[in-house]
């Protein structure tokens, strides 16, 4: 069964700073994988979606990186905000149409 | 920008009651997911549905839960005989069924918060 594991579990980074969240997963015969981010008490939102065939994807700030063969995936985000402050989930989707999360990191950016 | 939704917000019910969780995928998506978050936790995988059947299921999707797509736009999640440890907030989602691009995202509903006395 895949198991997904972040790293930190929270993060404390004054504003402006650029900073990495952490994702790896065992398995790495993986379909795709997603980062999220989760506001307290609110559902998820997408951020960012790479195809196992993909080493990166960019949206804004945000730049996401895949090593399948590794089991790895960082978030990058640049010129971290305030309200950046929130849960990120990495999730795994697997070849057989199940998607498996990590704990999470919580992130605080302080203005 | 279409959403999923998903209704009721909260349910509170009595254990050993049955309830129905009810959501809206997005109307061209074909793939559907129930997950669950018990409060403080990680996110949880419970079942994906295709086809309409199941295409997967997790160890939490025992023989108490079930899944139906009645027509051609709901998507529910029963649980036949609540237990106190089924409290979570319960996450729908719907992905359209691209292929190796962007499109294949998940996009998730707002949640049902189920309460179980």
């Known amino acids: 069964k895949q198991k997904v594991t972040q790293i930190p579990a929270a993060l404390s980074v004054p504003e402006g700073e650029n900073l990495v969240l952490n994702c790896s997963f065992t398995?790495?015969?993986?379909?795709?994988l997603q980062w999220f981010r989760q506001d307290p008490g609110k559902g998820l939102t997408s951020l960012l979606l790479?195809?196992?065939?993909?080493r990166e994807q960019t949206s804004g700030r945000l730049n996401a990186s895949l090593d399948k063969s590794s089991g790895r995936s960082t978030l990058y985000i640049a010129a971290s905000q305030p309200g950046d402050s929130a849960t990120y989930l990495c999730?795994?989707?697997?070849?057989?149409?199940?998607?498996?999360f990590g704990a999470g990191t919580r992130l605080t950016v302080k203005p | 920008e279409p959403e999923v939704t998903q209704t009721p917000s909260h349910q509170v019910t009595q254990m050993g009651q049955e309830v129905i969780l009810r959501c809206v995928p997005i109307?061209?998506?074909?793939?559907f997911y129930w997950y669950r978050q018990i409060l403080g936790q990680k996110v949880e995988f419970l079942v994906s549905?295709?086809?309409?059947?199941?295409?997967?299921k997790s160890e939490i999707f025992d023989d108490q839960f079930s899944v139906e797509r009645p027509d051609g736009s709901n998507f529910t999640l029963k649980i036949r005989s609540t237990k106190l440890e089924d409290s979570a907030m319960y996450f729908c989602?719907?992905?359209?069924?691209?292929?190796?691009?962007?499109?294949?995202?998940?996009?998730f509903g707002p949640g049902t918060r189920l309460t179980v006395l």
């Open positions: 398995d790495s015969a993986i379909y795709n």
């Open positions: 549905f295709y086809n309409n059947e199941i295409s997967e």
């Open positions: 999730a795994v989707m697997g070849n057989n149409n199940d998607m498996r």
């Open positions: 790479i195809q196992s065939s993909q």
């Open positions: 109307s061209n998506h074909l793939y």
């Open positions: 989602a719907s992905r359209h069924p691209g292929l190796a691009d962007s499109t294949d995202t998940q996009y």
